[in-house]
T-cell receptor, first 114, second 112 residues
Framework: DTGVSQDPRHKITKRGQNVTFRCDPI?????LYWYRQTLGQGPEFLTY????????KSRLLSDRFSAERPKGSFSTLEIQRTEQGDSAMYLC????????????FGPGTRLLVL | DQQVKQNSPSLSVQEGRISILNCDYT??????FLWYKKYPAEGPTFLIS?????DKNEDGRFTVFLNKSAKHLSLHIVPSQPGDSAVYFC???????????FGAGTILRVKS
């Protein structure tokens, strides 16, 4: 495994349904991030884990969103009662410990809410 | 509140010439900057970074320049190749947070 992986790559759902995305970071990375990207914008920070602890959440992360990293390895991002405004690319990134450092991104999950 | 701005939505360059992508930031707490390249339907790929203690970092065809007093950085690609055509994002990291703050991106088209 040489990179961050995300599953699924694409998800189409109907408004009001729940969806869950998975991210597997680079194995030795203890820091994991979720971002959301909409058309014409750069990625926007959603939340951050150090090992299994969720240390920071953006105000973009409404109460319909929840993220977990139960064993400090893979992470899941769940969106409950999806809305059309949730349609976006959801990106996961990871990096190793220590000061400022490069975050390595996965391929993303493209969500379309009909 | 856009703390990282890429004011040029797109740039078109002839193959073999220099591409210069610009980025401005407003938060003086930012102390580490990165450039990412993104192809459609893929995640961003790291290109090059620079710490605020430096004013230049070079890696092959890619050079990043940082002007702290102007809160401005630029990415130079020399020579540009058609495979460089992608969206380029500037990102900043500050000690007050654990996240990257991204600009909106610049679409680079390199014509052969």
């Amino acid at each position: 495994d040489t990179g961050v992986s995300q599953d699924p790559r694409h998800k189409i759902t109907k408004r009001g349904q729940n969806v869950t995305f998975r991210c597997d970071p680079i194995s030795e990375h203890n820091r994991l991030y979720w971002y959301r990207q909409t058309l014409g914008q750069g990625p926007e920070f959603l939340t951050y884990f150090q090992n299994e602890a969720q240390l920071e959440k953006s105000r973009l992360l409404s109460d319909r969103f929840s993220a977990e990293r139960p064993k400090g390895s893979f992470s899941t991002l769940e969106i409950q009662r999806t809305e059309q405004g949730d349609s976006a690319m959801y990106l996961c990134a990871s990096r190793s410990a220590g000061g400022p450092g490069t975050q390595y991104f996965g391929p993303g999950t493209r969500l379309l809410v009909l | 509140d856009q703390q990282v701005k890429q004011n040029s939505p797109s740039l078109s360059v002839q193959e073999g010439r220099i591409s210069i992508l610009n980025c401005d930031y407003t938060n003086s707490m930012f102390d580490y900057f990165l450039w990412y390249k993104k192809y459609p339907a893929e995640g961003p790929t790291f290109l090059i970074s620079i710490s605020s203690i430096k004013d230049k970092n070079e890696d092959g065809r890619f050079t990043v320049f940082l002007n702290k007093s102007a809160k401005h950085l630029s990415l130079h690609i020399v020579p540009s190749q058609p495979g460089d055509s992608a969206v380029y994002f500037c990102a900043a990291w500050g000690s007050e947070g654990n996240k990257l703050v991204f600009g909106a991106g610049t679409i680079l088209r390199v014509k052969s």
